[in-house]
Structure formats: structure tokens, C-alpha cells
């Protein structure tokens, strides 16, 4: 038996690590084409209709064109980095083709590699990384190099200047991409035994155009039209648009030769003999056994100017340079004959092929998956297309209008509409302020150094960065369960390195600082807030990390801000129901865990919790006066203020010790607080206006009422109010000579308070912003991993060269190998009176959630919720049947057992695919990572005893009469003990 059982293990070993799943061999194949220089002179698109194309009109034919389709950059290498690496120029700082892109790019990032590791067969021959096929490792196989035939005598030059292209008086052999094709054939031709991702690179129409005579004779000289132009295009043009155009250059040798239509005639030849290629492979396709189940994805790098706007060649930012083919066959979901006309970037062919192929989605991919718009072309697309060209010069497309943003801040604006050859530039003109702010917001955020530059500072200063559960040299390693010496204690490691005179200043631990907001989404310009400015914030993006998924586990506040200050899920330490922790019935944290200003106080940080207002008093006015308060805490459990928190300012610690700050900005609590008119009244005189009600641009799930308008305005002036204390504390770090050694955590505990907000575990209510500003933080970097607001706890103790103990359950966001989450949760318990009893779990693109009262109603009775003018207006409006289907969900008096969403086809989660057929996989899938996580940290997962619920409600209440509508909250208290009773929770999420 023992033998039997070696050679059964053993068999088992010996199958390839690739051995595809079950159901591998239905997967479709997928045919990559990818080619160079190509614009939109192609029959099918019309810009020129000299364009002799019939093979990718067939292509185009066959399945979905999209007509308003853009390239990430107008470069050869950012253009094919970005594509393939799902990481735009700004955030690899892959700008040109001078820089290597393996600067910045890994092999695993790779769209390639994605198929390889998926067991597919990776096959490739030509162009498709800058210079070649890029990482070896990518690929099972290859076509090898291509030989690139010496013409000799067979090639007549007719170059001129730069613009390099001549007649070969010979066959398609004499070009290297007809190898190319040939080899696309042979492949098409073999048995393959797993599904295939076959890419051919061709090269044409990259310079030089040499291609056989016969594709000249296409286009016969007498009869080539000049593209339009206008002979003073550029005189409305700004310096830096003028400068990439370089009409003393290219075109300036052009006009002197007097032979431009020659030019347009060879570059039309090479995309003639390109078109041909395509066609010998499709033609090799459809008699292959693979022509009904392969993709078939074919895209151009980025276009080609021929004079228009007095330019040459790609390397700009108008339509010419950045507008390329992009055609999609998909069987079973394009419609032969079909096309799209969204504005639609190439970051999207990454997460598009990754959904249609089945393929997890990596988190650094920052494009937008097409797959909905393949099939309802249609269909509502509120994304823009992006085009960068060297740093921080970027051009964005929508639908109508073409904006340029140049790094000194001048603008080209042109209306497609009406200017579809771009020859008026309106950003001059003070009628387009608003339109420029609107396509303004789809500006990329992030523009970090060029790669290489960025590598050649690091080798001269860099510190390596550290790796998770590391300490830097000199600091302390705390015990596990550590209560650091004796309470009241201070571990004194950091002060005695920092005295220490070999002490070098890159081990010297920064100082930390939190930025709390209250009650606040991720409403700030750098996020896509479109009706305010943020600059303050948006510095701090600039400056730093910004994470554009990051979720707190509780919308909640006090729930929210007891997890964080833990490092633990709130339901891990029972802490999970608002303001719990009273006289009648007090929480205590499980053995051995302690807060975070705690454990950083240990290690010989001066930590405090204030207020703006005190944070920001000078050294001077401290030095008179060093007490300061402790701000909010709301903490739903016993602790020791005395061992958490100095009470004394910032700048009064002694022995230059590093300090750890947490700031409470009051956030979105300013509005709808105390007199009506008192907000508006402060807002306008601190902040010069106020936000207008007009021209707003709501959230879906919020109707267009008087009511909402005013409120979204005055909340949008709390984010301007925020952004300004953002500011101060800045300007006060600088001003201390402070900034550059602290490390700015800037969040929010929750979404807005709103109807479908906080309180609910919907992307309004957990979603929230994100930023990391510091020494050794990536300065104009964007994470799209998704992270959880708890890890701000163990990123914290890490720059602080402490080990988290074994009892911090969150991670260091920050380490070197930090491994990005592939789910994050949260939870939501009894808030006030209202008992409730909700779970979710979340990756990059699906939310799952679980409701424990699905036969209670979404707005449960709350006396703080319905107090406001907002919900009630809300309950008016859904009464008179004036809400759309979608607002309205959220008013149903029962609620489904389980939700799933698609937030990125389904942003606002109006779409519940739970019962969906086709998804039942991925319902299943999320269910199980919910009730492992359930397990793994022991939520409890029910709701409190009746008799702790009546001693916290009590508590809560202030006693009879003390608080408003005392008869509202008592009511609903009654209700939510009957409830309990009549309406009983679910023991937990379904198990089959």
C-alpha cells in the first residue's frame, strides 16, 4: 500500500504546473495584433479615404471598431509599457523611448505573464514591447528574431531629411513583419494542445516606409491629397504646444523640398502592405480549426502626424498623434459590423482581456475594462480617454471635446463637434472656464520622475527600504504581547539613538501624523471631485502615495476609529456596536493588546490626539501654555489616557524626540449642526464663497432636489473647509522644519453622512480617501490595491522601526513586501438605538454583501438618521413617486438575503448580481473568503444580550428628556426589542 501511495504521489508531481483546470480546453484563444505608427488612415474609420485597407476593413467587419480610440502616450515605449503593463506613464515614469521600461516594470506585471501563469500557451514573434518581445520569461515559445533583409540595390531612397521611405523593386519577403505574418500562419496551422495567446508585433508603418513598388502603385502620385491644413494653426497655440509641434524641423525640410504628397503617398503604402500582412493571418485564421473560438484584439501604438498642425511623426498631443485603431472580434459577445464611439484609452485592453479570458485581474491595472461597451457599444461610458507625453503633459478626449494641459499650465481646448481638425483652440476664450474645469478632473493625478532620473537619485541617496515586521537600526523591537517595561514606563531605545552622535539622519524614525476626517467621502479634486478645487489635498497626492481603493471596516464612527487605534477589526476585540462602552456594561480589549499611540509612547515617541486649532499653535504661544486636551477618541472600550497620550503640544517634547500626532478634523460634521444658517455663514466668511447650488453634479443615488443641492453644496464646503486645515498644518510643519521628517497619513473614518452612506457597507459608506506623504514615500504615485483603514496601525509601527506584535491584524501597506489584500471587510452592528447586523467583503472589483435582517427595511428607525432634512425630504420624495428606480432602493421595506455588485461596470451598486446565474461562481467564491474571515478573526456575528443593548441605549440616551425627541429614541428602542422578537436575525451567511 505504502508503495502504491509513492507512485500515485509521485504521478501527481509529474503533471506540468501548467495543467489547466477543468474546463481549460473552452477557453478562447486569443490573437494579439499589435502594430507601429498606425493612425486613423484606415478605409473603415474615414479621415482619409485614400486609405487602402480592405484586410483590416474585414477585421473591423467581423466584429466592433472603436472610432474614438487613443493611445496612453504618443510614444513607441510609454505607449506599449503602459498597455502592457496597466500602469500609465505618470506612474511608472516611463515617459520616453530613451528609458528603459524594465526601470519600472516587472515581468509578473505583465499582460503576457498573466496568460502564461493561467496555463495558456504564450506565443510571440515581432514588436510588441519597445524593441522587441521584452521579458523572455514571458513566453513559452517564439518566432525568434526577425531577420531584417538587407535591400541593397533593390531599395530606390526617396527620403527626405528625417522622414526616411523608398520604392523596393521587389517582393513582400524584402520586410521583415511579412516573417512576422508567416510565422502568425504557422501557428494558426499546428494542433495546440492548451489555449493560446499568439502575439504578432508588426512594424509597419514605422519608418522607414520601404515596401515593395506594388502598394506605391495603390496610391499613384497624381492623385495623393494633402491632409487639411491651416497655414496659421499655430498661432493660437501656447508655447509648449508650439515647441512639440517644431514646425522648423520636419516640416520646415518638407515644404522646402517641395514633395510633401510623396511623403503621404509612402506612408499610405506602408499601411497598404501592413494590410495585407493582417489579411494573409486573418485568411489563415478562418481556415484554421481556431477561427470560431479565438479573440481577436488589434491595436496601434499611437497615431502619426503628416503635416497637420505643421508637425511630423507621433511625440503630441492632438488627435493625430494619439487616435489609433483598436478592433476587437469576440465571438459570442461582438456584433459583426459594429462600433463604438466612447472615447476609450489602450489601458483598458489589459482588464478587458483579463475579464474575457477568466483571468484574475491584477491590483496595480489602472485602465477600465471595455467588455460592456463589446457588447452594447451604446452603452453610458462616463470615462474619458488619457494621453500623456513626457511629464506631466497630458491630453484628455471625451465624446466632444479634446482638452490639453501642458506641465506650465497652458491649455488647448477644441470642439470635435464643430472643429473636428482641431484648428481653434478655445481655451482662450473666458466662456470655456467651466468646460476646461469639467475635463480638468480627469487629469491624472499622478506624474512621479522619469524612471531612470528616479533610479539615478535613488542610487545616490536612497535608504532600501525595509521589509514588513523589520526595525530599523538602533530602534526597538517590542515583545510580542509587549506592554513595554512597566506601565507608565518609557522605553527609551529612540531617545538614547537619536543622542547617539554616529546616529545617521536616515535611521533617525520620522514623526507620524494622522489626519482624521469626520464624516467625509473621497470628495477632493485629486479623487474627481469636478465642482471644487482641493489644492492643499491634491498637493499631498502630489507629494506623495494615493491609494484609490482604501476601505475602513466600519462606516461607523466610533466602530471605525476603535478598530483603527487597535490595528484589529472591530469585531475581533468587540467593539462593534456605536458607543458600547458604558458604566453598566464595560469593554475591556482581549489580553495583550494595546493602542497604537500606546505602544508608539513605549517606544519614546511624544504622542498626542488634538484638534486643528491646537496642533496649529506656535512654539512660542506652547512654550507659555504646553497642556493641550485630548481630542476626539471614541473609543468603545476601558483604556489608559495617562499611558497613551502626552498632554502636552508637539513642540514642547524634549531630547529632539520623533512625535506621533493624531489631528481630529471635524470634517463633514460642520454642516447640519446647530443654527441652519450658522455653516454657510462661517464657510463664506473664512473661505470667500461658498459653493453655488447650481451646476452640481450629484451623486446618482441623490435626486435632483432643492433640498439635496443645498445640502451637497454646504457638504462640499466642509471638503474646501478640510482642504484649507490641510493647508495650515502643512504650512505649520514647514515653518517648524518639520515637514520633510514627517510622514502625513491623511483619511477619513467614513463615507458622507447621507441616506445610502455611512452606516452601510456600500462603496459610499467605506470607501474613503487615502494619502501617504513623507520621507522615502513615492511622491505622485497612485496604489489600487485594495487596502483597509486599519492598516494605517501596523504602516505606522513599521516607520517606526517597532515589529507589530501578534496581535495587530492589520498590515504594513508600506514594506517592501507587503503583498497586496485580496479582500478586504467590514461590519455593521447597532449604531444608536438602531440594531442592525451587516457583513461585506470586497476586491478590486466585486462586493458581496450579507444582511442579517433581511426582512427589516434599509432605513431602520434612527432617531440621529431621520432628525435630518435630507432623509426626510427623501422619504417626501419617494411618497410622491419621485425618485428613479435606482434612488428609490434604498427606501424598500425588506432588503435581499445577499447582494453582489460589479463596481466597476456598476459603480454605484444599483445592480444586484446575486441570483444572477452567471455569476453564482463569483457569489460563491466571495460568500466563502466572508465566513473564512469570520472564522479566522471570530466575529460574533449576532447581535448584543437585550440586557446589554438597554444598558447601552440608556447609556447612549443621557436619560429621559436629556436629548431631543427623547419620546422618538425611546419609540424606536421599544420597536427594536419587539423586532427582535417578531423579526429575528440570520445566524449567519448561507453555508452551501
Not at 523572455?136 to 521611405?165: K, M, V, Y
Request: charged share 25%; with cysteine; net charge neutral.
Amino acid at each position: 500500500m505504502r508503495n502504491l501511495l509513492t507512485i500515485l504521489w509521485t504521478a501527481v508531481c509529474l503533471i506540468p504546473f501548467w495543467a489547466p483546470a477543468a474546463g481549460a480546453q473552452d477557453r478562447m484563444n486569443v490573437l494579439f495584433i499589435a502594430v507601429d505608427d498606425l493612425n486613423h488612415w484606415i478605409g473603415h474609420l474615414g479621415r482619409n479615404p485614400q486609405a487602402r485597407t480592405p484586410n483590416l476593413d474585414r477585421l473591423a467587419a467581423m466584429g466592433l471598431t472603436f472610432t474614438n480610440a487613443h493611445c496612453a502616450a504618443p510614444v513607441c515605449n510609454p505607449s506599449r509599457t503602459a498597455l502592457l503593463s496597466g500602469m500609465r506613464p505618470g506612474t511608472s515614469g516611463i515617459y520616453d523611448n530613451g528609458t528603459s521600461f524594465q526601470l519600472a516594470v516587472t515581468s509578473e506585471q505583465s499582460l503576457v505573464t498573466q496568460y502564461r501563469l493561467a496555463g495558456y500557451e504564450t506565443l510571440g514573434m515581432g514588436k510588441l514591447w519597445h524593441g522587441g518581445l521584452g521579458f523572455p520569461d514571458q513566453w513559452t515559445a517564439t518566432g525568434g528574431r526577425e531577420q531584417t533583409p538587407r535591400p541593397g540595390s533593390q531599395l530606390e531612397d526617396r527620403s527626405i531629411g528625417g522622414i526616411a521611405f523608398g520604392i523596393l523593386n521587389g517582393g513582400d519577403e524584402l520586410v521583415p513583419d511579412t516573417a512576422i505574418a508567416d510565422y502568425g500562419i504557422s501557428e494558426l496551422q499546428k494542433q495546440h494542445e492548451r489555449p493560446f495567446f499568439l502575439t504578432l508585433g508588426f512594424h509597419k508603418p514605422h519608418m522607414p516606409w520601404n515596401v515593395p513598388r506594388k502598394y506605391y502603385d495603390l496610391h499613384p502620385l497624381d492623385s495623393i491629397q494633402l491632409p487639411p491644413t491651416k497655414p496659421d494653426d499655430l498661432d493660437d497655440v501656447p508655447v509648449a504646444g508650439v515647441q512639440m509641434a517644431a514646425p522648423d524641423k520636419d516640416h520646415a525640410e518638407i515644404l522646402k523640398s517641395g514633395r510633401w504628397k510623396e511623403a503621404v503617398q509612402a506612408y499610405l503604402a506602408a499601411i497598404s502592405y501592413l494590410d495585407a500582412q493582417v489579411g494573409r493571418v486573418l485568411d489563415a485564421l478562418e481556415k484554421s480549426q481556431y477561427h470560431s473560438n479565438t479573440i481577436i484584439c488589434l491595436w496601434g501604438d499611437h497615431g502619426w502626424h503628416l503635416g497637420e498642425k505643421q508637425h511630423w511623426r507621433k511625440f503630441a498631443l492632438w488627435e493625430e498623434a494619439t487616435r489609433a485603431p483598436l478592433i476587437w472580434v469576440v465571438p459570442g459577445t461582438t456584433t459583426p459590423g459594429s462600433s463604438c464611439s466612447r472615447p476609450v484609452d489602450f489601458m483598458s485592453i489589459y482588464p478587458t482581456l483579463c475579464e474575457l479570458s477568466g483571468l484574475p485581474k491584477p491590483a496595480h491595472i489602472e485602465g477600465v475594462s471595455l467588455t460592456g461597451l463589446l457588447k452594447t457599444p451604446d452603452k453610458e461610458w462616463p470615462h474619458a480617454a488619457i494621453t500623456t507625453f513626457k511629464q506631466n503633459n497630458h491630453a484628455v478626449r471625451t465624446d466632444r471635446w479634446r482638452y490639453i494641459r501642458y506641465a506650465d499650465g497652458s491649455e488647448e481646448l477644441y470642439d470635435h463637434q464643430n472643429d473636428p481638425l482641431e484648428w481653434t483652440n478655445l481655451a482662450l476664450r473666458p466662456d470655456t472656464v467651466e468646460q476646461r474645469r469639467i475635463l480638468a478632473a480627469f487629469l491624472p493625478t499622478t506624474n512621479v520622475p522619469d524612471a531612470e532620473q528616479k533610479q539615478k537619485n535613488s542610487s545616490e541617496k536612497t535608504v532600501p527600504r525595509r521589509k514588513a515586521g523589520t526595525k530599523k537600526k538602533g530602534q526597538p523591537k517590542l515583545p510580542e504581547n509587549s506592554t513595554a517595561s512597566r506601565p507608565g514606563t518609557r522605553n527609551t531605545a529612540i531617545t538614547t539613538a537619536l543622542r547617539t552622535s554616529e546616529q545617521s539622519a536616515d535611521d533617525t524614525p520620522p514623526n507620524v501624523v494622522w489626519l482624521i476626517v469626520e464624516d467625509m467621502s473621497a470628495d477632493f479634486s485629486c479623487y474627481g471631485q469636478r465642482d471644487i478645487s482641493t489644492p492643499n489635498v491634491d498637493r499631498l497626492a502630489a507629494e506623495g502615495t494615493r491609494f484609490s481603493r482604501a476601505f475602513v471596516t466600519a462606516p461607523i464612527c466610533s466602530i471605525c476609529r476603535s478598530a483603527l487605534i487597535t490595528g484589529r477589526y472591530q469585531t475581533s476585540i468587540g467593539a462593534q456596536n456605536h458607543r458600547s462602552n458604558v458604566p453598566a456594561h464595560q469593554i475591556r480589549l482581549p489580553d495583550g493588546v494595546q493602542l497604537i499611540p500606546q505602544v508608539m509612547k513605549q517606544a519614546g515617541y511624544h504622542t498626542s490626539n488634538v484638534t486643528p486649532e491646537e496642533f496649529l499653535r506656535s512654539a512660542e504661544e506652547a512654550t507659555g501654555n504646553p497642556q493641550v486636551g485630548i481630542a476626539k477618541t471614541d473609543y468603545n472600550f476601558q483604556w489608559n489616557q495617562a499611558e497613551t497620550y502626552d498632554r502636552t503640544h508637539w513642540s514642547q517634547r524634549t531630547d529632539g524626540r520623533p512625535f506621533f500626532a493624531q489631528v481630529q478634523l471635524h470634517g463633514g460634521k460642520h454642516r447640519g449642526q446647530g443654527n441652519e444658517a450658522a455653516w454657510p455663514r462661517k464657510a463664506a466668511s473664512t473661505l470667500g464663497t461658498v459653493t453655488p447650488q447650481t451646476g452640481l453634479h450629484l451623486p446618482a443615488w441623490l435626486p435632483d432636489d432643492p433640498v439635496m443641492r443645498e445640502d451637497w453644496a454646504q457638504y462640499l464646503d466642509t471638503v474646501r473647509w478640510t482642504d484649507r486645515e490641510v493647508g495650515l498644518i502643512l504650512d505649520r510643519l514647514q515653518s517648524a522644519g518639520e515637514l520633510e521628517r514627517t510622514v502625513i497619513f491623511f483619511m477619513t473614518d467614513h463615507g458622507i453622512s447621507h441616506v445610502r452612506c455611512k452606516q452601510f457597507l456600500y462603496d459610499s459608506g467605506t470607501h474613503v480617501p487615502l494619502i501617504v506623504r513623507g520621507p522615502r514615500i513615492p511622491a505622485g504615485h497612485v496604489r489600487n490595491d485594495a487596502v483597509e483603514h486599519i492598516d494605517l496601525a501596523a504602516a505606522t509601527l513599521g516607520l517606526a522601526g517597532i515589529t507589530p506584535p501578534n496581535w495587530v491584524l492589520a498590515q504594513d501597506i508600506l514594506a517592501d513586501d507587503y503583498k497586496p489584500r485580496q479582500f478586504v471587510f467590514a461590519a455593521r452592528d447597532r449604531a444608536d438605538e438602531t440594531v442592525d447586523l451587516i457583513r461585506s467583503v470586497r476586491d478590486t472589483r466585486f462586493k458581496y454583501i450579507w444582511n442579517g435582517f433581511p426582512n427589516r427595511p434599509w432605513l431602520q428607525p434612527n432617531r440621529y438618521k431621520d432628525s435630518k432634512p435630507i432623509l426626510q425630504a427623501m422619504r417626501k420624495l419617494h411618497a410622491a413617486g419621485k425618485l428613479t428606480d435606482e434612488q428609490a432602493l434604498i427606501m424598500a421595506e425588506t432588503r435581499p438575503v445577499e447582494e453582489l455588485y460589479d463596481t466597476e461596470s456598476d459603480p454605484w451598486e444599483f445592480h444586484n448580481l446575486a441570483t444572477d446565474p452567471q455569476h453564482r461562481t463569483q457569489l460563491l467564491k466571495m460568500r466563502a473568503a466572508l465566513r473564512d474571515w469570520q472564522q479566522r478573526t471570530g466575529d460574533p456575528c449576532r447581535p448584543e444580550p437585550r440586557d446589554v443593548y438597554l444598558a447601552e441605549v440608556r447609556a447612549a440616551a443621557g436619560g429621559t428628556g436629556k436629548k431631543p425627541n427623547a419620546d422618538v429614541y425611546q419609540n424606536n428602542v421599544d420597536l427594536m426589542l419587539r423586532w427582535m422578537e417578531e423579526r429575528p436575525p440570520l445566524p449567519g451567511p448561507p453555508t452551501e
